[in-house]
Nanobody
Framework: QVQLVESGGGLVQPGGSLRLSCAAS????????MGWYLRAPGKQHELVARTTSGTSTYYADSVKGRFTISRDHAKNTVYLQMNGLKPEDTGVYYC????????????????WGQGTQVTVSS
């Protein structure tokens, strides 16, 4: 089985910073993309940032220049450094990853973490 565990959320004032972490564990053979989604209050999931198994990255326009996604391949971990936080960044952040398990190395499955709450408020 595969598990994604997020950490690093919390309450921060506008303009502040947080760093989210997501560690994948279990019977992992290979990880393709890893990313972060935001479910803001009253809204649907929105892709915030994503990184591939190489160096390619994607950012939503709303976070460009403020958020940075990075990845530690050896630790199967993805990070989201969030700077210049705004109240509209508030919500639950979910980690997502495309993972092939050792039981079937050619089949990538879509996995989600449990979510971590980020609240930006004064």
């Amino acid at each position: 089985q595969v598990q994604l565990v997020e950490s690093g959320g919390g309450l921060v004032q506008p303009g502040g910073s947080l760093r989210l972490s997501c560690a994948a564990s279990g019977s992992i053979f290979s990880i393709n993309t890893m990313g972060w989604y935001l479910r803001a209050p009253g809204k649907q999931h929105e892709l915030v940032a994503r990184t591939t198994s190489g160096t390619s990255t994607y950012y939503a326009d709303s976070v460009k220049g403020r958020f940075t996604i990075s990845r530690d391949h050896a630790k199967n971990t993805v990070y989201l450094q969030m700077n210049g936080l705004k109240p509209e960044d508030t919500g639950v952040y979910y980690c997502n990853a495309d993972i092939a398990q050792t039981s079937n190395r050619f089949l990538f499955g879509d996995y989600w973490g449990q979510g971590t709450q980020v609240t930006v408020s004064s």
